[in-house]
Structures are given as structure tokens and as C-alpha cells.
């Protein structure tokens, strides 16, 4: 564990938050199940707490709700959150339909009008990252602040050609191979089994169709132009050769002032790999912008 980070949870434990890091909590599958209506589909979504302001945990590609488990400690008793099965994932309805990243960030906000949410913290996983950056584009004045949790900003690809091969593996009938394929390669040995079991779960799950056109927007030039972020943003990484300093430079002109974490010795799903470290970042953020009790 970094200098900073021990500071970080060393401050939490004087504070008295010990027990919203490491005690017992409601777990996920203990929430009530319910359904936002969206374009004549459902979008599955759990609700913990109440009030009209809340954290929104959003997933990655091949994912559903089940990555976040973990931080439901961080959260609870103190702002509501939402948790978010993206159209065509997890339990929501999966339309036949170009999934854009248009497309998911409107669901976000349908999830947000059915349960009274009219103000959020963004928290995106992975894809989850374009996700919420186009939902503060195109809802402005809903977004608190955002959370990138190991998710890209800038495309990987400088000429958007260059997508294409990439993209083209995930057609055809070895699709739904090349999906747990490549969600399984993102998993280390340090995560427990039973999270690992999890996610690749919901990969097999993931329509080999939905996951394809997923891929497809998420690499859509049309989504990378280099706009500001204007609201307070934390970003937490883990080591991947693809975070260049070159690429944190650009993030931090992107979003001036954004708080950049980087966790050492975990892969990318670091929030599941090491939940307790991750909700502390998450709590100091919380409370710097003045978002949680």
C-alpha cells in the first residue's frame, strides 16, 4: 500500500469509519430487484437507501451489476446508491439495437427518473468510463462528479481505422470465445475465486451480438473529442503499459484539477481485487466534495 493510501484509510479508521469499510453490510443480492423503462425495454437496477442525490455505479463491457458488490460499504448509510445492469447485460432486456454509448448513458437516466435521482456521482468500471462521460455530456446539469475506475478517456486507437481488425474478432461463431477470452485475460490470480467466478459469468451470459456492438461504440470516434470535464473527477487506475504519462497529461488537461490514483499490484479489476483500499479513495473523494455524511 502508497504513502498516500495509508494516509487515506489510517484517517478513516480516526474518523470512526472503520465499520463502513470493513464491517458488516447489506449485500447486493439482499437488495430489491426492479426495472426502469427505457425505449420499450427494462433496465435492471438495485436501489440502496434514499434521497434524490446518489453514487450510480456503472459496469463494464461483458459485466453487470455484481462487480460492485464490494462497495456497497463505502456507500451505505451514507448517500444512496444506485447499481445499473446496462441494457443488454446482467438482467436487463437485450434489444436487437446498436448499443452506443449514447444509447447506455440514456439508460443511466432512466434508471435515475425511475428512482427519484435527479443529482449523481458517476462511478464507471472499464467501458463504464465513456459511459458516464457521455452521460455528463448529455446531462450536464444532473452529474456531481464522476469516477473513472480503471476506464479509458482518449481512444486506444489513433486512427480510427485501425479498429477495425480488432473489432472484427468479435463476429462470427468464435465470438462468445473471444469475449470470456478476453474478460478472463483482465483477471489475476490475487482475486478470489468466487468474484472471478462471477465475472466471467456474466461474460458467458453477455449475447456475443450485444457485446459486439458494445465494443463497436465504445470505439466510435465520435465519442473522443477532447471537450473539458467541468465537474470535480476522480480517476483510479491500475499499472497498464496503455496509461502512458503521455496519457495522464492529456487526462489531466481534460479535466483540470482530477484527483489521479493509480493502485499498485492490481489487475483491472481492482475494485473486486482490493475493495477496501478502493472504497477508501472513494470515501476521501466523497468527503473532499462534501457528497456524503
Not at 434524490?52 to 460499504?73: K, L, N, T
Request: glycine share 8%; aromatic share 10%.
Amino acid at each position: 500500500m502508497s504513502f498516500p493510501l495509508r494516509r487515506v484509510v489510517a484517517a478513516l479508521l480516526m474518523a470512526g469509519s472503520a465499520s463502513l469499510l470493513f464491517g458488516r453490510t447489506t449485500s447486493l443480492d439482499q437488495l430489491p430487484s426492479r426495472f426502469a423503462p427505457y425505449q420499450g425495454v427494462r433496465v435492471y437496477y438495485k436501489s440502496l437507501g434514499s434521497g434524490s442525490s446518489a453514487v450510480v455505479f456503472v459496469h463494464g463491457w461483458s459485466c453487470d451489476m455484481s462487480v460492485w458488490r464490494g462497495q456497497i460499504p463505502a456507500v451505505e448509510g451514507r448517500i444512496r446508491a444506485l447499481f445499473v445492469d446496462l441494457p443488454g447485460f446482467g438482467r436487463s432486456d437485450k434489444p436487437d439495437v446498436s448499443y452506443t454509448m449514447d444509447y447506455l448513458a440514456g439508460a443511466v437516466d432512466a434508471v435515475m427518473q425511475a428512482a427519484g435521482v435527479d443529482r449523481a456521482v458517476l462511478v464507471g468500471h472499464s467501458m463504464g468510463t465513456p459511459v458516464i462521460r457521455q452521460y455528463d455530456r448529455k446531462y450536464h446539469a444532473k452529474v456531481a462528479a464522476l469516477v473513472v475506475v480503471d476506464g479509458p478517456l482518449r481512444s486506444f486507437f489513433k486512427d480510427p481505422a485501425d479498429a477495425q481488425p480488432f473489432l472484427a474478432g468479435f463476429e462470427g461463431p468464435e465470438a462468445a470465445a473471444k469475449v470470456a477470452q478476453m474478460i478472463e485475460g483482465m483477471l489475476t490470480p490475487a482475486m478470489d475465486p468466487a468474484a472471478r467466478a462471477d465475472v466471467m459469468r456474466a461474460a458467458r451470459e453477455t449475447p456475443p451480438r450485444v457485446a459486439a456492438s458494445a465494443m463497436k461504440g465504445m470505439f466510435d470516434p465520435a465519442i473522443w473529442s477532447d471537450d473539458p470535464i467541468r465537474v470535480p473527477t476522480l480517476a483510479v487506475m491500475a499499472p497498464n503499459p496503455g496509461w502512458t504519462p503521455d496519457y495522464v497529461e492529456f487526462v489531466k488537461r481534460l479535466a483540470p484539477g482530477i484527483r489521479y490514483e493509480t493502485m499498485p499490484g492490481v489487475g483491472h479489476f481492482l475494485m473486486i481485487e482490493r475493495p477496501k483500499e478502493f472504497n477508501a479513495l472513494l470515501d476521501d473523494f466523497l468527503k473532499n466534495q462534501r457528497l456524503i455524511r
